[in-house]
């Protein structure tokens, strides 16, 4: 089996070559403010970039605007923090699983972090079990990461339960660190509420959610065989005639809608950014979006 972290670096080479590479790792860089940095290179402008930035006398001999890049004098330390729990066993709206999405960018993240010689860590688990690898350097420990949580997560898991992670990181990680959270589509609730204030008070917080599939996929063309549901959380079964009824998908609708709205309160009560995905294909250019976001709330 290829080596997932392989995967990764595969998928964002695949990326680089729409020029955003470059991008990509400036705005990992600007993720946690007050450090001190040191000049690095100098690099084309692109939509979106701090015109502060812009080295106007260097712009001036090369033609076009460049931005200055800056390296941290001080390492940072990035945990990873996901659900292995059940639900992450599903198929997300692109017809990827979950766990899959959840790895890759989770790979994506750490391997920006280990461009950067940041140290990388990882907090795991589902309502049996938390799990914690350390924070340390190299594309070996990534991998082992990568690997920890694509062999946890699957339909014999346990029941999901992020508090349970969340509450392991407010309890046991000191410091400040950045700490990059990918989740299933969460309901806002006040035991949540409550761990991501404090959370957010010591620690950068980036929150990644992966969207759930459609009850109905657009490309089903009404087959029954195709469009039966079932839930991995409780094995609940949608039968087809139901799920394509248009009562029972505009009440669907209504509830994720309403969801959505509560989750997105609460992160952003609590001051912290969030992403969505829908696929493994879109998670290098939803996490740009999201650095980006976040240095622009910042």
């Known amino acids: ?6 995967r990764v670096k595969s998928k964002m ?6 020029k955003a590479r470059g991008s990509l790792d400036g705005e990992y860089g600007s993720v946690f403010r007050g450090r001190s940095l040191d000049f690095d290179d100098l690099r084309t402008y692109v939509p979106g970039d701090e015109v502060r930035d812009i080295d ?4 001036a001999r090369h033609g076009s605007p460049l931005i200055k890049r800056y390296v941290a004098v001080r390492r940072q330390t990035l945990i990873l923090l996901t659900d292995t729990g059940r639900n992450m066993a599903a198929v997300s709206r692109s017809g990827d699983t979950k766990r899959d999405i959840a790895v890759m960018a989770l790979g994506v993240m750490g391997y920006l972090a280990h461009r950067h010689g940041d140290a990388v860590g990882l907090v795991s688990g589902d309502s049996a079990a938390t799990r914690t690898v350390p924070a340390k350097a190299g594309e070996a420990h990534l991998e082992r990461l990568l690997r920890v949580v694509n062999d946890a997560a699957g339909p014999a898991a346990a029941p999901s339960r992020l508090e349970d992670q969340l509450d392991h990181v407010v309890r046991t990680v000191k410091g400040r660190n ?5 989740a299933d589509e969460l309901a806002a609730a006040p035991e949540m509420s409550r761990l991501l204030r404090r959370l957010r008070a010591q620690h950068e917080i980036l929150w990644l959610t992966v969207r759930d599939a459609d ?4 490309d089903s063309g009404g087959d029954s065989a195709d469009a039966n549901f079932y839930s991995v959380a409780d094995s609940t079964f949608l039968p087809a005639q139901l799920a394509q009824s248009p009562a029972v998908r ?3 609708a209504q509830a994720v809608a309403e969801r959505d709205a509560g989750r997105k309160a609460m992160l952003a009560q609590a001051g912290i950014t969030e992403g969505e995905v829908e696929g493994s294909r879109d998670v290098v250019a939803a996490l740009f979006t999201l650095l980006e976001r976040h240095r622009r709330a910042g």
């Open 56 to 59: 106007w006398k260097a712009s």
């Open 250 to 252: 505009a009440a669907y």
């Open 178 to 182: 950045l700490l990059f959270v990918v």
């Open 1 to 6: 089996m290829a080596g997932l972290l392989l």
């Open 215 to 218: 009850l109905v996929p657009p």
């Open 13 to 18: 080479a695949i990326f680089a070559h729409r």
